[in-house]
């Protein structure tokens, strides 16, 4: 198999697990795989995410490679994204050559925004599912569903949601026993206290 390359988009007030969780499943899903799972925001200045941990992303959109994946996260930046109309068009730019377009939580109406998500079944947040149908009346916004595909594009509830899908991915790119290796070596099971 080629080497992949995974873009994660950072912004401002990017909810940290929308994107951070994804980062450490492809990141170790990396392990013995030609994967390189990068970060990509308008600038190269540190971001400053919705609780307050800032960090550096290592490309702006300027200097970001070519993507194979994709991924979008939500939080409360979104509500200012959707109208940086320099962040939708590198997205639809860069989604162009990518197998996969994803998102995590309200990450889906960027995409709908670049136009990546007109005419699909997607989902978000329980807490975001009337806005985004009134944002994406061309869509069919599922509220039923941790994540769906609909052809290249992937979308999730929030940030569990966000865990799950990109493992379900890595079983597309790799497998399901490199998927599962994947979980195990996270220990990613989940077993609520309450």
Known sequence: MTALTIGILLFP?????DWAGPFEVFSVAAMGK???VVTIAQTTEPVRCANGLRVLPDHDFASA??????????????????????????LSAAAEPCSWVTSVCTGAVLLHRAGLASGCEITTHWGYVETLRELAPDATVRDDIRYVRDGRVVT???VSAGIDMSL????????AEHARQ????????????Y
Do not use: H
Not at 13 to 17: G, H, S, T, Y
């Open 65 to 90: 490679p070519k993507l194979d994946v994709v991924l979008v996260p939500g939080g409360q930046g979104t509500n200012a994204e959707m109208d940086n109309a320099e962040l939708i068009a590198w």
């Open 156 to 158: 999730s509830a929030g």
């Open 182 to 193: 994947t979980r195990k070596w996270m220990q990613y099971d989940p077993e609520p206290p």
């Open 13 to 17: 007030d990017a909810e940290e697990l």
């Open 168 to 175: 379900w991915l890595v079983g597309e790119l790799y497998g």
């Open 34 to 36: 030609e994967l390189d």
